[in-house]
């Protein structure tokens, strides 16, 4: 596979202007405004030498999102074609050549600096329009991205040649001077442009706890779940974000992720303040019909007195716990060890407090109203509420975060 130069010779791409390119060019690879402006003399600049075909397309591509036109040269085209000359160019050849080069860049210039071009190319998504400020497809601010760009840190090994204002190798002997000089200069540039951005990243973190507690805050006020928060949580996440001017699948992941926890976070708030309120008000119930409970105090003294004859034998105690409906087993084979655990830490000591005539109607009361609230956990409640409508509006809520920040790429 061939080699190629890395050619600039002052011509910049439809839609950028000229000061703003050579400002990003100076910026991006850290060039004093004097040698900048020499890569406008119209004259042909060697950028990178003889490099390797996946290296000169990623400097191309850094380049021209600066708005600088590119020309890949290959090495070997260039050798064949020099090898078949029998004659070297005079000097005065050559510099008649460069002089007509500069001329005729600089004429190109000039027409694209004297008129509005009839179409832009957004540097981003590529797509074309005559809109010369803002793409009218992806949304960037042309003027504003080609300073973001240049303000990207630049990897180490990416850098330009010696600002030694030599032209395109045009003899063999001058061909040989280039690869012995870029011989001594290895390129292995890997570009991602999808960095992290840590203010969008906070900004998405800020956006997670607001709409959690906006989450909960609807559901305690309406005592019900509306899917179309989660919806807007993602929403709120991604816009979080964009307003950092983040872009990429990075943060995209990212956003998805946090919407996920702003959607459960809040579920799992809503539901453990609603709990509270469930318990007081049930606590408040059974109060309210205490008489109506004496008959259940007499039957459970009943079956305290059996539970006395069996509380040592377990097998037998899951057949009395069955029967007296002390679980939901649909079966005694149902039941295993689990349900022993929860009967004797739940129920057990009020049996056998009324087996010895230590508890009163009143105090069987209380002990039964306080335990009931306890036996569903606020997780419980979540995944017995959780459908397919929870799960669409999941969905919807994290794809609108993801794909807001994410952007077209």
Same mark, same amino acid.
């Given at each position: 596979?061939?080699?190629?130069?890395?050619?600039?010779?002052?011509?910049?791409?439809?839609?950028?202007?000229?000061?703003?390119?050579?400002?990003?060019?100076?910026?991006?690879?850290?060039?004093?405004?004097?040698?900048?402006?020499?890569?406008?003399?119209?004259?042909?600049?060697?950028?990178?030498?003889?490099?390797?075909?996946?290296?000169?397309?990623?400097?191309?591509?850094?380049?021209?999102?600066?708005?600088?036109?590119?020309?890949?040269?290959?090495?070997?085209?260039?050798?064949?074609?020099?090898?078949?000359?029998?004659?070297?160019?005079?000097?005065?050849?050559?510099?008649?050549?460069?002089?007509?080069?500069?001329?005729?860049?600089?004429?190109?210039?000039?027409?694209?600096?004297?008129?509005?071009?009839?179409?832009?190319?957004?540097?981003?998504? !590529? +797509? /074309?329009?005559?809109?010369?400020? #803002?793409?009218?497809?992806?949304? *960037? &601010?042309? $003027?504003?991205? %080609?300073?973001?760009?240049?303000?990207?840190?630049?990897?180490?090994?990416?850098?330009?040649?010696?600002?030694?204002?030599?032209?395109?190798?045009?003899?063999?002997?001058?061909?040989?001077?280039?690869?012995?000089?870029?011989?001594?200069?290895? !390129? +292995? /540039?890997?570009?991602?442009?999808? #960095?992290?951005?840590?203010?969008? *990243? &906070?900004? $998405?973190?800020? %956006?997670?706890?607001?709409?959690?507690?906006?989450?909960?805050?609807?559901?305690?006020?309406?005592?019900?779940?509306?899917?179309?928060?989660?919806?807007?949580?993602?929403?709120?996440?991604?816009?979080?974000?964009?307003?950092?001017?983040?872009?990429?699948?990075?943060?995209?992941?990212?956003?998805?992720?946090?919407?996920?926890?702003? &959607?459960? $976070?809040?579920?799992?708030?809503?539901?453990?303040?609603?709990?509270?309120?469930?318990?007081?008000?049930?606590?408040?119930?059974?109060?309210?019909?205490?008489?109506?409970?004496?008959?259940?105090?007499?039957?459970?003294?009943?079956?305290?007195?059996?539970?006395?004859?069996?509380?040592?034998?377990?097998?037998?105690?899951?057949?009395?716990?069955?029967?007296?409906?002390?679980?939901?087993?649909?079966?005694?084979?149902?039941?295993?060890?689990?349900?022993?655990?929860?009967?004797?830490?739940?129920?057990?000591?009020?049996?056998?407090?009324?087996?010895?005539?230590?508890?009163?109607?009143?105090?069987?009361?209380?002990?039964?109203?306080?335990?009931?609230?306890?036996?569903?956990?606020?997780?419980?409640?979540?995944?017995?509420?959780?459908?397919?409508?929870?799960?669409?509006?999941?969905?919807?809520?994290?794809?609108?975060?993801?794909?807001?920040?994410?952007?077209?790429?």
């Amino acid at each position: 596979m061939n080699n190629y130069h890395v050619i600039f010779s002052g011509v910049i791409l439809d839609g950028f202007e000229i000061t703003n390119v050579k400002q990003a060019l100076a910026a991006k690879f850290k060039l004093t405004p004097e040698k900048a402006e020499r890569l406008f003399s119209g004259q042909s600049h060697t950028l990178k030498r003889d490099i390797d075909h996946k290296t000169a397309y990623q400097y191309k591509s850094i380049l021209e999102k600066l708005g600088a036109s590119i020309e890949l040269k290959p090495v070997a085209a260039a050798a064949t074609m020099l090898s078949g000359l029998s004659l070297v160019p005079t000097e005065e050849e050559i510099k008649q050549k460069e002089q007509a080069q500069r001329e005729q860049a600089l004429k190109q210039q000039a027409e694209k600096a004297s008129k509005q071009p009839a179409s832009i190319t957004c540097p981003k998504c !590529a +797509s /074309v329009q005559s809109n010369p400020v #803002e793409c009218d497809d992806c949304g *960037i &601010i042309f $003027a504003k991205y %080609a300073k973001h760009q240049a303000q990207q840190p630049m990897p180490a090994n990416l850098s330009l040649e010696p600002m030694d204002n030599k032209p395109v190798p045009e003899t063999v002997s001058q061909l040989s001077e280039a690869e012995e000089e870029g011989a001594s200069s290895e !390129a +292995s /540039v890997i570009i991602d442009n999808d #960095e992290i951005n840590i203010a969008a *990243i &906070i900004a $998405a973190v800020v %956006a997670t706890v607001i709409g959690a507690f906006v989450w909960q805050g609807i559901a305690i006020a309406f005592e019900v779940e509306l899917g179309y928060i989660a919806w807007g949580i993602g929403g709120l996440i991604g816009v979080a974000a964009l307003m950092f001017d983040a872009r990429g699948q990075t943060i995209g992941i990212i956003c998805g992720v946090l919407a996920v926890v702003a &959607i459960f $976070a809040g579920k799992y708030m809503a539901y453990d303040s609603l709990k509270e309120t469930w318990q007081q008000e049930f606590l408040g119930f059974g109060t309210e019909f205490t008489e109506e409970f004496r008959s259940d105090y007499e039957q459970e003294k009943l079956f305290a007195q059996e539970y006395e004859q069996v509380k040592y034998d377990d097998e037998k105690l899951k057949v009395l716990i069955f029967e007296w409906g002390y679980t939901d087993a649909n079966q005694v084979s149902d039941m295993g060890d689990a349900d022993i655990a929860f009967f004797r830490d739940n129920v057990a000591s009020r049996l056998e407090q009324l087996n010895q005539n230590n508890m009163t109607f009143e105090q069987w009361h209380a002990s039964v109203f306080a335990t009931i609230p306890e036996v569903l956990s606020t997780t419980d409640l979540m995944k017995e509420n959780f459908g397919a409508i929870d799960l669409i509006f999941l969905f919807l809520g994290v794809g609108t975060a993801y794909r807001l920040a994410r952007g077209n790429e």
